[in-house]
């Protein structure tokens, strides 16, 4: 499973202010020579590691992009796209070695004087921040300003923050420095353009977009009236991970650059305006709101804890190698130290050079997602889905299904672990957690189903579903299960209440409480119709053999209630 390295620090060291903003955990969704704002339709001089929409490819737009089936970034109506150039380690022998790293933390910041005329990125709406060729850092080069708020060298936009371990953390500086002592990472650093003409979703020369005049704060050019969010992108890179990585100086990003000052980030909008215009104009203005998408009601509807399991990295679109150790950079790239600029004829292969294969973007239409009804059938014959349950697997705890576990993100599907239940003889089976099969012969009785009209957790994509084409299902999420039973009569429930699955502890059902007990339902007071619609005995002498009794005098009532100590319902 891969960890996100890059983690989102609860102070913005780079950036001044205490404005409002949200931010972001994002998994890498793609890698390699792919850039659709650069090089759309074609494969990109270098490599770059890409978060967000599933659907990113060479020839991804905004329309393709809101199509994703899924997206590696924390908020599921974001399915923007964000890429930053891949790092290696170039070894005195020639091989250049990929740095890891874990994913990119996005930045939304409300930020200066009219930030309450701040608008949501438009549909189609794309841009990049820094330049690849750079290798020194411009002095010159001043952003807007006037005697207020005066600019500021956008060489300033790009910046490292070496993550060292306790004790005084060395300065953010424009350049790379120091990589090899960062234990806990290089953290490169972006800051977008925040201003807009207003007429161009594009251009080229990112001449539609101006930096407020203290890139990250401050007021927009008079020529560039519209103020946008001000984008800012963490990337947090492993350079503790390089075998015998001591050398500071041969640490490179994938554009030939060993200086730094070519770091550069992209942005591809692929937000659901509604929810993007919501926020931007609930949670960006109003200085209290600290980051935590949890405090942004409309973003909070749409976190998702599981991102990077949810929403695992594609395959390779271009089908060259980008990881591990390399005989030189994608794209045939030559490392220049500058300091004049990068000539763009070190950043070609030479035309003989086999072109790599390019694979149609996988999911240019969405993946159906297949969601099944409670009390209806799904997956095999004879399964019933029971609904989505809370499972606390805290240890000390018993699972909502306690006998037998099995892991696969690969192959895990409905079909799959209810396959998987039946053949260990057992009649319940649920899917958690993308990737996670439970099986047992009775159903905790303190597990309870999700209310008709909470939001449902269970909303995590099966991994198995990915490579065979099928609809996509769906399986549980971060600590809740999809709940299955086979009905079939016949079936020999032989599976052993044995601990198979190392849970806790064996899980022996409460007195009472036998194989055909089905869990909890949420049957609250004041709604005209019970959770169980036929009819109700109320005894004062109740109990579930009474229960059973009374529902099986009826016209072959399957289910029974037991609620308030002395009702029942069939
Ligand atoms: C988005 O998906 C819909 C539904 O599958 C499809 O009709 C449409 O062509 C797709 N749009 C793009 C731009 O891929
Ligand atoms: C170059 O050195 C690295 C690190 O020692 C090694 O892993 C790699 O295999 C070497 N490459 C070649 C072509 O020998
Ligand atoms: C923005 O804030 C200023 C100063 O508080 C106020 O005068 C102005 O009306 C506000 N504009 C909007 C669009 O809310
Ligand atoms: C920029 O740096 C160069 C070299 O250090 C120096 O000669 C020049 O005066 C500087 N320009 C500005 C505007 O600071
Ligand atoms: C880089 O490391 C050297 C040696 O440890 C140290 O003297 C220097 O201050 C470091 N540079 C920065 C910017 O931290
Ligand atoms: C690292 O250096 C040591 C000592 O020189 C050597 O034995 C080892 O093979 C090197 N490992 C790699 C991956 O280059
Ligand atoms: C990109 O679009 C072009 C032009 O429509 C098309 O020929 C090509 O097959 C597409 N490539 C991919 C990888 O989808
Ligand atoms: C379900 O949630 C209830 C209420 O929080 C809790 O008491 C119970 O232990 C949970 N059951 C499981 C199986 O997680
Ligand atoms: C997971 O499932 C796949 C596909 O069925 C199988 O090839 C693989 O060996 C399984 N992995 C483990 C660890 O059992
Ligand atoms: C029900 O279970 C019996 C006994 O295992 C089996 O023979 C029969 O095929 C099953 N029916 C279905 C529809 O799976
Ligand atoms: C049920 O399975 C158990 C264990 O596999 C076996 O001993 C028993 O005979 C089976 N019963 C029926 C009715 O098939
Ligand atoms: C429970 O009470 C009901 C209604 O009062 C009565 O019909 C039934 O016989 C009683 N059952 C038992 C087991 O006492």
């Not at 991804?60 to 964000?82: F, I």
């Not at 910046?159 to 500086?173: A, Y």
């Not at 697997?393 to 018993?398: E, K, L, N, R, W």
């Not at 052993?496 to 007990?517: L, S, V």
Request: glycine letters at 10%; hydrophobic letters at 30%; proline letters at 8%.
């Amino acid at each position: 499973m891969r960890s996100l390295i890059a983690s989102a620090a609860a102070v913005l060291p780079y950036l001044g202010g205490v404005d409002a903003f949200w931010r972001m955990n994002c998994a890498v969704i793609q890698t390699g020579r792919v850039d659709p704002v650069v090089n759309p339709g074609a494969i990109a001089a270098h490599a770059h590691s890409i978060v967000g929409g599933s659907n990113i490819g060479i020839n991804s737009t905004y329309d393709t992009m809101t199509n994703s089936s899924c997206t590696s970034c924390e908020l599921r109506s974001d399915k923007s796209a964000y890429w930053t150039p891949l790092m290696y380690y170039w070894y005195p022998n020639g091989s250049f070695f990929e740095v890891p790293h874990g994913g990119s933390v996005v930045y939304y910041l409300g930020r200066g004087p009219n930030v309450n005329t701040t608008i949501p990125f438009p549909p189609g709406f794309m841009m990049l921040s820094g330049d690849k060729s750079a290798r020194s850092y411009d002095n010159e080069t001043y952003s807007y300003g006037n005697a207020e708020y005066p600019g500021r060298p956008i060489a300033d936009r790009v910046s490292f923050t070496c993550l060292v371990g306790s004790g005084p953390q060395p300065p953010n500086l424009p350049y790379m420095f120091n990589a090899s002592s960062c234990v806990n990472g290089l953290r490169a650093q972006v800051v977008f353009q925040s201003c807009w003409d207003g007429v161009h979703l594009y251009k080229t020369d990112n001449s539609h977009v101006a930096y407020l005049s203290g890139l990250d704060n401050g007021i927009c050019p008079p020529n560039y009236p519209h103020q946008l969010p001000t984008l800012f992108i963490e990337t947090n890179y492993a350079v503790g991970q390089v075998p015998n990585g001591t050398d500071d100086n041969r640490f490179v990003f994938s554009q030939g650059d060993p200086t730094g000052y070519g770091f550069h980030a992209d942005f591809l909008n692929g937000w659901d305006m509604a929810v993007q215009t919501e926020a931007v104009n609930t949670c960006l203005y109003n200085g209290a709101f600290n980051g935590v998408v949890q405090e942004c009601p409309v973003l909070s509807a749409d976190d998702t804890t599981g991102y990077a399991e949810n929403c695992p990295e594609r395959p390779r679109q271009v089908d060259e190698e980008v990881h591990g150790m390399l005989d030189r950079l994608p794209g045939c790239i030559e490392v220049t130290y500058g300091p004049g600029a990068a000539p763009a004829s070190s950043m070609m292969c030479p035309p003989t050079a086999p072109k790599p294969y390019v694979t149609p973007t996988a999911d240019s239409v969405p993946l159906v997602t297949a969601s099944p009804t409670p009390g209806g059938q799904f997956g095999l014959p004879e399964q019933e889905y029971m609904g989505c349950y809370n499972d606390t697997a805290a240890s000390g705890y018993y699972r909502t299904l306690n006998s037998l576990k099995y892991i696969n993100y690969t192959s895990m599907t409905v079909e799959f672990c209810q396959q998987y239940c039946m053949d260990n003889g057992y009649i319940w089976s649920g899917v958690e957690y993308a990737q996670e099969c439970h099986c047992d012969n009775y159903i905790n009785p303190t597990a309870i189903a999700a209310e008709p009209g909470m939001p449902n957790q269970c909303t995590w994509n099966c991994g198995g579903t990915l490579t065979d084409g099928g609809l996509q299902e769906l399986c549980g999420g971060l600590g809740y299960i999809d709940v299955y039973r086979n009905t079939n009569t016949s079936f020999n429930a032989s599976g052993n209440n044995d601990n198979t699955a190392g849970n806790a502890q064996p899980y022996t059902p409460a007195a009472g409480f036998g194989p055909n007990y089905l869990g909890c339902y949420s049957d609250p007071p004041g709604f005209n119709t019970a959770t169980l619609e036929g009819p109700t005995l109320e005894a004062n002498n109740m109990s579930i053999a009474v229960c059973e009794t009374f529902c099986q005098q009826g016209p072959g009532y399957r289910y029974y209630g037991l609620e308030y100590s002395t009702q029942w319902y069939a």
